[in-house]
């Protein structure tokens, strides 16, 4: 299906860098990517590919090096000072550790009125019927509950608590950085569902960051994977599952599905460590691992290209279902 829908988020050719000469890393090493209005985009990858960096530098808790991030129209790079305060109420951020992210000496009614009483953009009888309204759609009782101190909930309250604050400017873009990963599957489960209620409610676009392929495949409508600094392949969740066209892709979907008897993907599971970011190799940053590695693969660098339409891939000998 081709996208007529103008993007509520452009990023093109995105570069964040550690550190200086030789200790120098491109944790995001060139991303581009597109997140359309209501639209859910997972982003996968293994441990240290980048995706928190690429997360943190949409919102610019980290400087991008260089590249630009378009959000509803507005240059985010270019911001300042308050403008760049002003933006960052229309992005929020959600961390995995729901827990450590929330001041524990704080009533949580506070906690979810801090945007609030930072912008004054609410205040008196309006904010707290505001923040009961916040807590209460996140299935905490402001009631019974408003009143206590964040050390008082565990991990999945947490992580509601840490949801109804994200609310509380009515940001259009959510960050998920592995909101879930830290959480019992059972409440990882209803953690999701209020998402996907809220999403709806609110009107919400989401970047949902996680390295488990599986929790993803459930929440998004397109599928972002990355490896070392790059994205390797993006695509309609459904087609990426069921076809993909990276062989790194399919591998991951090898470990996630293995215990999956129907799954059209099997087999392979795969094998050693990503290479260091500080020196990736040469060509294909995948052909250190890839069994189908040619000469070709190290010489020359593949770029994301159209297989089906919407789903891209950046290999030289992409897959198709039967194949490899
Ligand atoms: N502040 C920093 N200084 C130096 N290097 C960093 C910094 N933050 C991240 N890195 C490096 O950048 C790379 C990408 O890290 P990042 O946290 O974005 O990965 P990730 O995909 O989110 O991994 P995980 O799944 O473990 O959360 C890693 O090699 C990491 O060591
Ligand atoms: S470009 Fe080559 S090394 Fe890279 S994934 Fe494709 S076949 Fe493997
Ligand atoms: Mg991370």
């Keep these: 299906m081709t996208e007529t829908r103008e ?3 452009k990023v093109q050719d995105l570069v964040v860098t550690f550190g200086m000469g030789h200790h120098e890393v491109a944790a995001v ?5 597109e997140i359309f209005e209501g639209e859910t985009l997972g982003l996968v990858g293994e441990s240290g590919c980048g995706k928190s960096t690429t997360g943190k530098a949409l919102m610019r808790i980290i400087e991008p090096s260089s590249g630009t991030i378009e959000l509803d129209g507005t240059d985010v790079v270019a911001q300042k000072g308050k403008a760049l305060r002003n933006i960052r109420t229309r992005m929020q951020m959600i961390f995995q550790d729901p827990i450590s992210s929330l001041n524990p000496r704080r009533r949580i009614k506070d906690i979810v009125a801090e945007p609030l009483d930072c912008w004054k953009s609410v205040t008196g009888n309006d904010r707290d019927v505001l923040v009961s309204d916040l807590l209460a759609k996140v299935g905490i009782d402001p009631k019974v509950y408003g009143n206590r101190y964040a050390r008082q909930f565990s ?3 947490c992580q509601r608590i840490s949801i109804a604050r994200s609310l509380a400017m009515r940001p259009k873009l959510l960050i998920c950085d592995e909101m879930v990963s ?3 599957v059972s409440v990882q489960a209803q953690i999701l ?3 996907e209620d809220l999403k709806h409610e609110y009107g919400l676009t989401l970047l949902f960051i996680a390295h488990d392929l599986a929790v993803v495949k459930n929440v998004s409508d397109r599928v972002a994977v990355m490896y070392l ?3 390797c392949e993006i695509g309609p969740a459904d087609t990426l599952y069921e076809a993909p ?5 399919k591998f991951l979907l090898g470990a996630a599905l293995e215990a999956d008897p129907d799954s059209p993907v099997h087999g392979e599971v795969l094998g050693g460590e990503p290479p260091s970011p500080m020196n990736p190799p040469s060509g294909c940053r995948f052909r250190t691992r890839c069994p189908f590695a040619t ?3 190290a010489e020359i660098e593949p770029q994301l290209e159209e297989v089906a339409p919407g789903h891209l891939v950046a290999c030289h000998y992409p897959l198709t279902i039967g194949t490899k």
């Design 7 to 9: 993007p509520l988020l």
């Design 29 to 33: 090493a060139g991303v581009s990517f």
């Design 155 to 157: 991990g999945g309250q």
């Design 182 to 184: 830290a959480l019992d």
């Design 193 to 195: 569902n209020l998402l």
């Design 229 to 231: 600094g790059r994205i």
């Design 245 to 249: 066209g990276h062989p790194y892709t």
């Design 295 to 297: 000469e070709k693969c």
